[in-house]
């Protein structure tokens, strides 16, 4: 285990962008101490270089969350399009410091703009990112919603937030009562009926992204009090035998 501190002299990343990362969601401490001090774990440190690659790419926050906190994230072709990603902007320093050698030789007055064409990176980098869009579930759910309207979609969301309002209602109970598993598999339904098929290994994955702090976590503890996000969590741990 590394402390923020260690972490941050590691990687160079500031104290400040750590403890921000945390509280939008995007790099959990792996655990904290009795003092309330964060501690990462090598599997924390490997999502933190995966972001930091992503940061290196433009990628915004938003985008590098989705990502990231995927339940079918692939490591091997995130690596594989980072590692394109970065050639192209290799072929577009060196195309800029060849115009600038052209530039000493020739004078400043050779009007030269091809080398600060970046489309090729900008095309790259946008396809890359309708790759994350192209799962599955996420063809499954644009099929379902296409014929919805916004006040359809208004109250399905509605429906989903009561889910976890009556897991709200549950906190006091053992997450491996009948009764909250039951719950579990109602949520688990309701996503497969309005969403996409929710397998266990989705469900589990969901339920990470659930307590896994930011937006998510506060509309679930909003609508079911605070402790709902990480109760609804534990429990589909139990459910999904984890």
Same mark, same amino acid.
Do not use: H
């Given at each position: 285990m590394k402390?923020?501190?260690?972490?941050?002299?590691?990687?160079?990343?500031?104290?400040?962008?750590?403890?921000?990362?945390?509280?939008?969601?995007?790099?959990?401490?792996?655990? %904290?101490?009795?003092?309330?001090?964060r501690l990462y774990d090598?599997?924390?440190?490997?999502?933190?270089?995966?972001?930091?690659l992503f940061r290196e790419l433009e990628f915004p926050l938003k985008d590098i969350k989705d990502i990231v906190t995927r339940s079918d994230f692939d490591k091997k072709k995130a690596l594989d399009q980072q590692?394109?990603?970065?050639?192209?902007?290799?072929e577009h320093i060196e195309n800029l410091i060849n115009m600038c050698r052209g530039l000493k030789m020739r004078g400043v007055k050779n009007l030269e703009f091809k080398a600060f064409d970046t489309r090729k990176i900008e095309e790259y980098?946008?396809?890359?990112?309708?790759?994350?869009?192209?799962?599955?579930?996420?063809?499954?759910?644009?099929?379902k919603s296409k014929s919805r309207?916004?006040?359809?979609?208004?109250?399905?969301?509605?429906?989903?937030?009561?889910?976890?309002?009556e897991f709200g209602t549950m906190k006091e109970k053992n997450p491996a009562s009948q009764e909250v598993q039951?719950?579990?598999?109602?949520?688990q339904n309701f996503i497969t009926d309005y969403f996409y098929n929710c397998t266990d290994e989705t469900l589990f994955g969901l339920g990470k992204m659930y307590a896994g702090g930011g937006e998510?976590?506060?509309?679930?503890?909003?609508?079911?009090?605070?402790?709902t996000a990480e109760f609804?969590?534990?429990?589909?741990?139990? %459910?999904?035998?984890r």
């Open positions: 402390t923020v501190n260690e972490v941050s002299k590691l990687t160079g990343v500031s104290r400040r962008t750590l403890q921000y990362y945390d509280k939008i969601g995007l790099l959990r401490p792996t655990e %904290y101490t009795e003092s309330g001090y090598d599997a924390a440190l490997e999502r933190l270089q995966q972001i930091l590692m394109e990603l970065l050639e192209l902007k290799k980098s946008q396809k890359a990112k309708e790759q994350w869009k192209s799962t599955p579930e996420y063809k499954e759910y644009e099929e309207t916004k006040a359809d979609e208004k109250e399905i969301m509605k429906d989903l937030m009561k889910v976890f309002e039951d719950q579990v598999k109602k949520l998510f976590t506060e509309n679930i503890d909003k609508m079911g009090g605070t402790g609804t969590y534990q429990a589909i741990k139990i %459910y999904c035998n």
